[in-house]
């Protein structure tokens, strides 16, 4: 079992910086990846970022290249996401995802956190 936990959302203003944080616990494997999906209310939830657990290898959606970053450290078993430049658009639940393969279906992952909030004022 994989249980992860995220932290780190809030309120902030169009423009402004955010970093999530999800910490991971219980089996990792060197070739599971972690990603990020958002939810925004009435909608589905989309892919925004995944990065191998080694780190080697990231992608993102269109809509947030270039304004975030994900990342990991190993040591903290810990994945961050890096929000800057935040839109109003970026307003929705994220939740870390983790499976043993590289996927932007949230459908294929197997191990959920509980989401946070990030809210982004214009």
């Known amino acids: 079992q994989v249980q992860l936990v995220e932290s780190g959302g809030g309120l902030v203003q169009a423009g402004g910086s955010l970093r999530l944080s999800c910490a991971v616990s219980?089996?990792?494997?060197?070739?599971?990846?972690m990603a990020w999906f958002r939810q925004a209310p009435g909608k589905e939830r989309e892919f925004v970022a995944v990065?191998?657990?080694?780190?080697?290898?990231?992608e993102y959606a269109d809509s947030v290249k270039g304004r975030f970053t994900i990342s990991r450290d190993g040591a903290k078993n810990t994945v961050y996401l890096q929000m800057n430049s935040l839109k109003a658009e970026d307003t929705a639940v994220y939740y870390c995802?983790?499976?043993?393969?590289?996927?932007?279906?949230?459908?294929?992952?197997?191990?959920w956190g509980q989401g946070t909030q990030v809210t982004v004022s214009s």
């Open positions: 990065i191998t657990w080694s780190g080697s290898s990231t």
């Open positions: 219980g089996r990792t494997f060197s070739s599971s990846v």
């Open positions: 995802a983790s499976r043993y393969r590289s996927s932007r279906s949230p459908n294929e992952y197997d191990y």
